[in-house]
């Protein structure tokens, strides 16, 4: 089986089984693979198969694609690779050996050369990003959480058992990632996660939903309250 993990902050967000032939990876809500990131470009790189082997290519990103901290162009993939996309990490995980021949550590020819990314040059890549004018928070009205109100001061907000989550959903049922909420210029918008219902004011949501002062929003047995600070 070969599947990737998108993370953010060593949180999950998706966990995808690859059976297509090809994904498209980007910023635009047309890509089969969506990174909600302003580092990322809108079509910023494609993962397709060439017999058993898996290759990721970056379609000329704004910010570039890098795997194992190095720039590439066009990059077979094997067990364990860790590919930064923006802010974003995917992990390739396959327990499929290539066959007897296959190249799996070929650099593209298009790049002049390697670029190591150092820790530095990473966190660059990570806060190109607008200036946030909009501050929001939650306020919770019903079910056990931490605290009683949380600011949304990042530009994602997990909701979920994860540790990563600023917001720790409880029980033993609970997801990760139930839901993620963006911050954004102009607002923030909530999009689920993990398979777990979310509710806002009463009606399920299961894409992206933009968040507007006083919306209710349920999931997994906490009720809060959206607000928006002057």
Do not use: C, W
């Not at 809108?42 to 190095?70: C, P, Q, W």
């Not at 806060?127 to 019903?142: N, R």
């Amino acid at each position: 089986m070969t599947k990737i993990l998108l993370k953010f902050k060593d949180a999950v967000i998706k966990e995808l089984k690859l059976e297509q032939e090809t994904y498209t990876i980007g910023r635009k809500d047309t890509n089969d693979i969506v990174v909600d990131n302003l580092a990322v470009s809108g079509s910023h790189a494609r993962l397709f198969k060439e017999g058993d082997v898996y290759i990721m290519e970056d379609l000329n990103s704004t910010n570039g694609t890098f795997v194992n901290g190095r720039k590439i162009a066009k990059q077979p993939l094997k067990n364990g690779d860790v590919v930064l996309i923006g802010s974003h990490t995917i992990e390739f995980m396959t327990d499929v050996k290539p066959a007897e021949g296959t190249k799996t550590d070929i650099r593209s020819r298009s790049m002049d050369e390697t670029i190591l990314l150092s820790p530095k040059d990473q966190e660059k890549i990570i806060t190109q990003t607008e200036k946030l004018e909009v501050l929001g928070g939650l306020l919770v009205i019903e079910g056990s959480s931490d605290k009683k109100e949380y600011l949304l001061k990042e530009r994602i907000t997990t909701i979920g058992k994860d540790d990563s989550a600023l917001i720790r959903l409880k029980g033993l049922f609970a997801p990760k990632v139930a839901a993620l909420i963006n911050r954004r210029k102009e607002g923030y918008f909530i999009t689920p996660s993990g398979g777990k219902e979310i509710k806002v004011n009463g009606s399920k949501v299961d894409q992206r939903h933009d968040l507007k002062d006083g919306d209710i929003i349920e999931v997994a047995g906490l009720k809060m309250q959206f607000f928006v600070k002057e």
